[in-house]
């Protein structure tokens, strides 16, 4: 039997070790590369506590970040031009740029409107995703 030393105080062991017999194991790269497939399209969105979040994997469209990007920063620009400035007509070419890109207005509105503070990228996320969550 053992004596085992444990925060300062020796034990010892009652069991006996049994060797265990080794099992080779074997790799099928296909199973595996199917089982990935099928895990990364279940589950994109994550919601932990009513909140809604994105894995890194996600390929949603909308929530892309490189496409968020350039619709918060459009959002952002339509603030500053329409409600700071109060310019028409850079107003007028955001609106023409928002079109060309095929974005919906109604989710530059929403983010125009509904988010608590347009300088902060989450918050922003947030109010975008709560506009596709009642899509």
């Given at each position: ?30 199973i595996?590369n199917?089982?990935r ?10 919601i ?52 060309t890109?095929?974005i ?26 709560d ?5």
């Amino acid at each position: 039997m053992k004596k085992l030393l444990y925060r300062g105080n020796k034990y010892t062991q009652h069991k006996e070790i049994v060797p265990k017999k080794a099992i080779q194991l074997k790799y099928r790269r296909s199973i595996y590369n199917q089982k990935r497939q099928l895990i990364s399209k279940v589950q994109t969105d994550l919601i932990y506590r009513g909140r809604k979040y994105l894995s890194k994997g996600s390929t949603n469209r909308p929530y892309r970040s490189e496409a968020n990007k350039k619709i918060f920063s459009l959002a952002r620009d339509l603030i500053n031009a329409q409600f700071n400035l109060a310019n028409d007509e850079l107003s007028r070419k955001l609106w023409n740029e928002v079109a060309t890109l095929k974005i919906d207005p109604q989710r530059i509105i929403n983010l125009m409107y509904r988010c608590c503070s347009n300088e902060d990228s989450q918050s922003m996320l947030e109010a975008d995703l709560d506009y596709f969550s009642k899509e």
